[in-house]
C-alpha cells in the first residue's frame, strides 16, 4: 500500500475524474508495488466457476482517496469499467444514512436488500463487479449477502420450470428512475430468462424491482424463485470492513445486503464499479486452462 500510494502521491480525485489515462497508471502503479501478477490471478479467480470471488483488504488505516486510488487501480486491472456514477463517473458511491424514505431502495437501511445480480439494461451487461467499503460510522449489520448458483439447490428445479421464459428486464415507461439512469444506458430493455445454463454455468439475470412481468404466471414464477433464493441456506453473510473490497464475477453469483440496526447518526458509504470481460481476456483464460 505504501508503495502504491507513494508512487501515486501526484493523482489525485479530479486527474482521476477526467483524464481517463491515469487510471491506468494507477493500474500500472498498483501492479508495480505488488510485485506483478495480481491481475491475471485476479482475472483467473474471478472467472473460475469454482470461485468466481475475490476478497481483499486493506486495512482501515488509509483515507478515503486512497481507497478510491486502490478501487481505481484494481477495477483497471480487470478491465475498463462501465459509466455508472450519476454525474457520469467509472464509479459510483452510495451513502447510506438513518433515512426512511430515500431516493433509491438501495439506500434504505432498515430492510434487507434483496439479492440480486447487476445490469439491467440491453447496453449495460455485467461480468463483474467490485464493492469497496470507504467509511462507516455507528454501522450494526449491513452485511454482505452472496450466493453462488452453483450451491443453490434448486436451480435445476427453477432452470426447468416452463414459466422460466425469457422476460423483460427494465423500467416501466415513465418511471420516476428514468432520471438517474438516462445518465449512463440507453434505458432500452433486455430479453432474457432469469435462470440460463451457458458454457457450463448456471447463470442468473434477476433484479426485483427491474423485472417486468406480462403474466400473472410470470409474477408467481418470479414470487417462487425470489422466495427460494432468499431463504436458501446457502446465502453467506459476511461483514466487509473498511478498507475492504469484494469483487464478484456476475454471471452466477447473486449479491445483497442485510438490514442495519437502527441508530440515528448510521453512516456508510461505498463505492461500487462494474464491467465487462473482453474476449482477449476470455480466450487468454481458456488458453491457460
Ligand atoms: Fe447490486
Known amino acids: 500500500m505504501d508503495r502504491f500510494l507513494g508512487q501515486s502521491h501526484a493523482i489525485g480525485l479530479t486527474d482521476m475524474h477526467f483524464i481517463p489515462y491515469k487510471r491506468y497508471l494507477l493500474a500500472d502503479n498498483f501492479l508495480r508495488a505488488s510485485g506483478g501478477g495480481f ?4 482475472l483467473a479467480r474471478l472467472c473460475d466457476y469454482a470461485s468466481g470471488c475475490a476478497i481483499v483488504q486493506f486495512g482501515s488505516a488509509f483515507a478515503r482517496e486512497d481507497y478510491i486510488k486502490l478501487a481505481t487501480a484494481i477495477a483497471h486491472l480487470i478491465s475498463k469499467p462501465s459509466i455508472q456514477g450519476p454525474g457520469g463517473s467509472y464509479y459510483g458511491i452510495s451513502k447510506i444514512v438513518d433515512d426512511d424514505n430515500p431516493t433509491l431502495k438501495l439506500l434504505y437501511p432498515y430492510a434487507n436488500f434483496s439479492l440480486h445480480a447487476d445490469g439491467v439494461f440491453e447496453d449495460n451487461p455485467v461480468d463483474w463487479l467490485m464493492m469497496m467499503q470507504l467509511r ?3 454501522v450494526t449489520g ?3 449477502r452472496l450466493l453462488h ?14 414459466a422460466n421464459q425469457v422476460i423483460r428486464h427494465g ?3 415513465k418511471d420516476g428512475r428514468y ?3 438516462r445518465k449512463f444506458t440507453s434505458l432500452e430493455p433486455s430479453r432474457a430468462r432469469i435462470l440460463h445454463k451457458r458454457d457450463g454455468m448456471n447463470t442468473v439475470k434477476f433484479v426485483d424491482q427491474y423485472v417486468i412481468p406480462e403474466t400473472i404466471a410470470q409474477a408467481r414464477f418470479i414470487e417462487r424463485f425470489q422466495a427460494s433464493v432468499e431463504s436458501s441456506p446457502q446465502v453467506y453473510e459476511t461483514a466487509l470492513p473498511v478498507g475492504s473490497m469484494i469483487i464478484l464475477n456476475n454471471n452466477f453469483w447473486m449479491h445483497g445486503r442485510s438490514a442495519f440496526e437502527q441508530h440515528p447518526h448510521l453512516e456508510r458509504e461505498q463505492l461500487r464499479q462494474y464491467g465487462c470481460f473482453t474476449e482477449e481476456q476470455l480466450q487468454g483464460i481458456s488458453q491457460h486452462g
Open 39 to 42: 491481475d491475471t490471478q485476479l
Open 136 to 138: 462507516e460510522q455507528h
Open 142 to 144: 449491513g452485511k454482505s
Open 149 to 162: 448458483m452453483a450451491d443453490w439447490d434448486a436451480y435445476d428445479v427453477f432452470h426447468d420450470d416452463p
Open 171 to 173: 423500467l416501466l415507461e
Open 179 to 181: 432520471d438517474v439512469f
